[in-house]
């Protein structure tokens, strides 16, 4: 059979995984919920605020427009990413000397802490002394991301792509070294060719890993805040003002923690949602038994 | 295709050109950054550098970094080999919930847990210790190594385990000798991303250490904030935080090339 | 159809293979005919698989040539070459029905949909899947993966020979049984060679009418089920097949004869001449030694009850030697003899047999 067993047993092999998690997470949890329901004027005081936070936030146009501008973030690199990194994957070599060199090189730009992943990109992309910069300036293209809105949303896009497509590229890397020789033998005799191979058997094979890969892209694209905070601080003006920057210059701004935490909050609600929702349709076209 | 190379070819070389030029300003003095466009350093110095390696500061912040990466890599990879399994092969209580709960705490923005992570850890006495940064990274870090590996999981046929079962294997054996094997790409892609998040977490990281366990990372942010911008030191030290990574990566490259070979049991 | 001959083959997985051990088929020089059921039948690492991918085409050979009838084939690639594989591991395409799995061959080969259609549910008929035509491929058990497997394999009219690679490893035991009557069935009615290889020799012995012995890389011997079990032309054969194996005694030659414990043993022909140097052993199965009033002297250590016979492990001096007793039959409480059938006995040098 090809199903699951039933085995309640299991929970020992998961409980060293949900204590360790839910240490990090229950707690620190309970403490930003209590924040979000209350106000306080320093020296400890709180006074119950109920849901007012959550409202004041959910009706205020400030968040509308950030959201609709980290929601338009994040769907263009998800359509450049989860294609492009599937596409190197399948044309990575998988034996020989220059696996290690392309896995390696491949992995580079991930490791860069992310503050100085804004900084590089933050000089590189500068019109007069970045390499970017110069060299699109020099083909008569009047490009400034420090001014124009549409050239920060344009070098923004460009460090993302630079910056993460590598994660979607190893994901679906280890996932088509995962499929067994026997498939590809059983194509081989069944007369399939290459676009047959991929839409049968290495894309069904790679649904899962993939999963995990747009799943990560979604969340961490959605609380992105350092690389851009640092390339171009949220502007000009607010023109990438992402949910996160948005979120961190209240809570900065404030001198109680209340708006910031109702917002977080709801910010986290609306990953969890539409992570859920995505979740939810890519599991269910498995068609397990 | 005899141009199949062309693509890993092209997108490597996108991928090295700002490297290049990372490696290039951290050659060069803060002023020459911000002052000239230069392919190569006009006052090639190594200035950046030698204060990396010889300020304590800056190398322990390597160091520290390092040992709570290589703690937090080591403990989210070893809990998850099990969970993983049990999501993969059993039905239970709660399973489908707890699943999807755990990739629920990679969610929330950072910023606002900051203060009560710092409450919590002071709470347990660990703050400023490296075991402090590395539990509080399982938060993420655990959910994404159990949602790896189950995928990988997943992809091996249950049958193996029946037949492993039915020529007497005990369990412990199957599993290592046995199971394990087949998901190598799985393990060698799962540490690779723990080491790597891990690596570049920032603000958990600041919040948690001050002194004895100051991340490499708590260290870079501070050029930015005491003398205006250290464009050269923070170049040079972010050329020096590719190098472990480097490491990992180049040491799972084996396990995650390899091909699931289905084996006779 | 065709028949099958390889010639002088040899093949390494090295790129320079140097000692004996690189080579994973030393030399293998046979001819099938067609329309045969044939078995590959060895332990795990004689190289039965890289000959069954060779055959296909999966592998080419590091020498040798493979024929197809009269035509050199050993450059095709294996879609080319009119053959069919089943894995060990069920291989079906998740994403499609069961109809789509068995008719993905035809389609890839343009064959006209109306013909598609009849033969697919042709097949499906046969192997009894009619009625999980429309459902998905990735819910049925294994055995109905492999059966999908094997159908992927039968819908082409062009198949000539059909492989099978320890087919049977994942399939429940019970189940087990019915997919090999079923294979045999199959046979008979679509007349394709067959050739199958196991490290089982219940599934090599009931499936094959010729079985082909591997060890280390070369055929030991090929015969019918019979002739490997009475006459076992080399000492690993007779080990490897019956149950228990066949007994091995080190033995002397004396004047034509081959010498036991002291004892001359009869043979139903003369040994004529013998390498110097080469390690002797007579070889019996213990269906052929019995208790006898006079011959070996043994003692009996100990008896396995085996259902309708025991086995009966006997010690002469450092030698065991097992025989089969029937049910009822007493054994001989002291100063037991044993004597073998001298029609069933032979002697082996190095182990191969000379006599």
Redesign the interface.
């Known amino acids: 059979?090809?199903g699951k067993t039933i085995n309640h047993k299991a929970w020992l092999f998961v409980l060293p995984v949900v204590l360790l998690v839910a240490f990090n997470a229950v707690i620190p949890l309970m403490t930003v919920v209590n924040y979000s329901v209350q106000e306080t004027f320093g020296d400890n005081v709180f006074f119950w605020e109920g849901v007012n936070w959550y409202e004041q936030v959910l009706h205020s146009e400030r968040f509308h427009a950030s959201l609709l501008r980290q929601l338009t973030f994040t769907s263009i690199i998800l359509v450049i990413e989860v294609p492009l990194g599937v596409a190197i994957a399948l044309t990575m070599p998988r034996e020989g000397p220059w696996v290690s060199v392309c896995l390696v090189l491949m992995a580079l730009p991930l490791l860069i802490p992310w503050n100085v992943v804004g900084a590089m990109w933050n000089i590189f992309a500068l019109p007069e002394i970045g390499l970017l910069g110069k060299t699109i300036n020099s083909l008569g293209i009047d490009y400034n991301f420090t001014q124009q809105p549409l050239a920060a949303w344009f070098t923004t896009i460009l460090m993302d792509v630079w910056h993460w497509t590598s994660l979607v590229v190893l994901l679906a890397y280890a996932g088509l070294c995962s499929i067994?020789d026997?498939?590809y033998?059983?194509a081989?005799?069944?007369?399939?060719?290459g676009w047959?191979i991929f839409r049968?058997?290495q894309l069904?094979?790679m649904k899962r890993v993939l999963t995990i890969a747009i799943l990560l892209r979604f969340m961490d694209s959605f609380m992105i805040y350092t690389e851009v905070f640092v390339l171009t601080g949220g502007g000009p003006g607010n023109t990438t003002t992402f949910l996160s920057i948005d979120l961190v210059k209240i809570a900065l701004g404030q001198f109680d923690l209340g708006p910031a935490a109702a917002m977080s909050l709801i910010y986290f609600l609306i990953v969890l949602l539409l992570s859920w929702v995505f979740y939810t349709l890519m599991m269910r076209s498995e068609?397990e038994? | 295709m005899r141009t199949r190379w062309l693509a890993p070819t092209f997108y490597i070389l996108f991928l090295l050109l700002p490297i290049y030029w990372l490696l290039n300003m951290s050659f060069k003095t803060t002023n020459e950054i911000l002052g000239v466009f230069s392919l190569w350093p006009r006052e090639f110095t190594f200035a950046n550098y030698i204060k990396i390696f010889t300020d304590p500061t800056w190398y322990n912040g390597y160091f520290n970094s390092i040992t709570y990466v290589v703690i937090n890599t080591v403990i989210s990879v070893s809990a998850a080999l099990p969970a993983a399994y049990a999501f993969s092969r059993y039905r239970f209580l709660g399973d489908k919930h707890l699943f999807f709960w755990l990739l629920t705490n990679r969610m929330a923005p950072p910023a606002v847990f900051a203060l009560p992570f710092f409450q919590l850890y002071s709470a347990v006495g660990l703050f400023d210790t490296p075991i402090a940064v590395a539990l509080a990274h399982c938060l993420f870090n655990i959910p994404l190594a159990v949602w790896i590996l189950e995928g990988f999981m997943s992809a091996v046929?249950k049958?193996?385990d029946?037949?492993a079962y039915v020529d007497g294997y005990p369990f412990w054996r199957f599993f290592f000798r046995i199971f394990v094997p087949t998901i190598t790409a799985g393990i060698g892609v799962a540490a690779f991303f723990c080491f790597m998040f891990s690596w570049v977490e920032l603000l958990l990281a600041k919040t948690l250490t001050s002194v004895a366990a100051k991340p490499i990372a708590a260290t870079m942010t501070r050029t930015a904030s005491t003398s205006g911008y250290e464009l050269g030191l923070l170049a040079a030290a972010g050329s020096l935080t590719i190098i472990p990574g480097a490491f990992v990566i180049y040491f799972v490259r084996n396990y995650i090339a390899k091909g699931f070979a289905?084996g006779?049991? | 159809m065709s028949s099958i001959g390889l010639r002088d083959l040899r093949h390494s997985y090295l790129r320079d293979p140097a000692t004996d051990a690189d080579w994973a088929l030393k030399h293998i020089d046979i001819d099938w005919s067609d329309g045969g059921a044939y078995a590959l039948l060895g332990p795990?690492g004689c190289g039965k698989t890289t000959l069954l991918?060779i055959v296909?085409g999966?592998i080419a050979p590091t020498e040798g040539r493979v024929f197809f009838g009269k035509d050199d084939v050993t450059d095709i690639?294996?879609?080319q070459r009119n053959?069919?594989?089943v894995?060990?591991?069920?291989?079906v395409?998740?994403?499609?029905t069961v109809y789509e799995n068995l008719a993905?061959?035809l389609l890839?080969?343009r064959v006209p949909k109306a013909e598609i259609d009849a033969k697919v549910r042709e097949i499906a008929k046969m192997l009894d899947l009619e009625d999980r035509l429309t459902k998905?491929a990735?819910?049925?058990?294994?055995d109905g993966k492999q059966k999908i497997?094997l159908g992927?394999?039968l819908v082409r009219s062009d198949v000539n020979v059909i492989m099978f690679d320890?087919p049977l490893?994942?399939i429940d035991p019970h189940l087990k049984w019915v997919l090999r009557s079923k294979l045999k069935e199959l046979h008979q009615q679509v007349g394709s060679t067959m050739i199958y290889v196991t490290h089982d020799q219940t599934e090599a012995l009931t499936f094959a009418d010729q079985v082909v012995v591997m060890h280390e890389g070369t055929v030991v011997q090929i015969g019918t089920p019979v002739e490997l079990f009475e006459k076992p032309k080399h000492t690993f054969v007779g080990h490897f097949i019956g149950s228990p194996g066949m007994n091995v005694l080190p033995c002397e030659i004396d004047d034509g004869a081959p010498l036991f414990a002291g004892r001359k043993v009869a043979l139903e022909s003369r040994i004529e001449k013998t390498a110097a140097g080469a390690k002797l052993e007579i070889g019996v199965r213990p269906e052929f030694v019995s208790f006898a009033s006079e011959g070996i002297p043994v003692e009996i250590v100990k008896v396995a009850d085996a259902g309708r016979y025991r086995i009966v492990d006997t010690r002469h001096g450092e030698t065991h030697i097992k025989l089969l007793v029937a049910e009822g039959e007493a054994l001989p409480s002291e100063g037991a003899c044993i004597g073998f059938d001298p029609a069933h006995t032979q002697v082996y040098a190095d182990g191969w047999i000379i006599a």
């Open positions: 059979m090809g067994p026997a498939y033998q059983a081989k005799i069944d007369g399939a060719r047959a049968y058997i069904p094979k068609g038994p | 046929p049958e193996l029946e037949t289905l006779r049991v | 795990s991918n296909s999966l690639p294996p879609d053959i069919a594989q894995f060990q591991f069920p291989v395409y998740d994403t499609m993905f061959p890839n080969r998905r990735s819910g049925l058990t294994a497997s992927r394999g320890e490893t994942v």
